[in-house]
């Protein structure tokens, strides 16, 4: 049972470049979430979907976009990276809301921004 | 809008030893969270804890809650090697979303 997966898992963009993180789950969740990771800083909420079709900002949302593609995948897009984006990013997912039950995370993308 | 901080920033010890880490918040919340990170590893859950709870146990660790004072506690005893990790307290802000605190280093000595 792989659990969330996400690609690739190190990535080095130039400023200006696009691309996209891929996010699958096998464990038939609803719910999506795509977080960074700086050093020293909590995890920030960039994007969520609820549900499939259903797509939400979360605390950090500028320069980045989403697409809930079907119930496993939720991908990130970077149309176009800036410095500041240099980061980890994380996939995470969970059965129904998180009063009840608890994240799922993937092994993060390092992404650099040169 | 960071809502969890943990105490200590860091903290090392000898293995077989207690280590208690700390996690104050500022509003009131439905439940609190603990998740352990391996260096290079996604985040894996440990212990939720309600906030009718006041404590509650899982093997090695155990979890207190004190709405009062809005902290938290995670106590992991006999430490083990594997439990060097950062360990992070996250409440909930709504239904989807959580948030986060910066996070316990926490490193075993052999």
């Known amino acids: 049972n792989a659990g969330v997966t996400q690609t690739p898992k190190f990535q080095v963009l130039k400023t200006g470049q696009s691309m996209t993180l891929q996010c699958a789950q096998d464990?038939?969740?609803?719910?999506m979430y795509w977080y960074r990771q700086d050093p020293g800083m909590g995890l920030r909420l960039i994007y969520y979907?609820?549900?499939?079709?259903?797509?939400d900002k979360g605390e950090v949302p500028n320069g980045y976009n989403v697409s809930r593609l079907n119930k496993r995948e939720f991908s990130l897009r970077l149309e176009s990276a800036a410095p500041s984006q240099t980061s980890v990013y994380f996939c995470?997912?969970?059965?129904?809301?998180?009063?009840?039950?608890?994240?799922?995370f993937g092994n993060g993308t390092r992404l650099t921004v040169t | 809008s960071q809502q969890g901080e943990e105490d200590p920033q860091a903290l090392s010890i000898q293995e077989g030893e207690n280590a208690t880490m700390n996690c104050s918040y500022k509003?009131?919340?439905?439940?609190l969270q603990w998740y352990r990170q391996n260096s290079g590893r996604g985040l894996v859950h440990l212990i939720l804890i309600r906030s009718n709870e006041r404590e509650k146990h899982s093997g090695r660790l155990r979890v207190t809650l004190d709405t009062s004072k809005k902290s938290s506690s995670l106590l992991i005893t006999a430490s083990r090697a594997a439990d060097t990790a950062s360990y992070f307290c996250a409440t909930d802000l709504s239904n989807y979303q959580l948030i986060w605190g910066a996070g316990t280093k926490l490193i075993i000595k052999p």
């Open positions: 464990m038939n969740h609803n719910s």
């Open positions: 979907s609820a549900s499939e079709g259903t797509t």
């Open positions: 995470a997912s969970t059965g129904t809301a998180l009063g009840s039950l608890s994240l799922h």
């Open positions: 509003t009131s919340i439905n439940n």
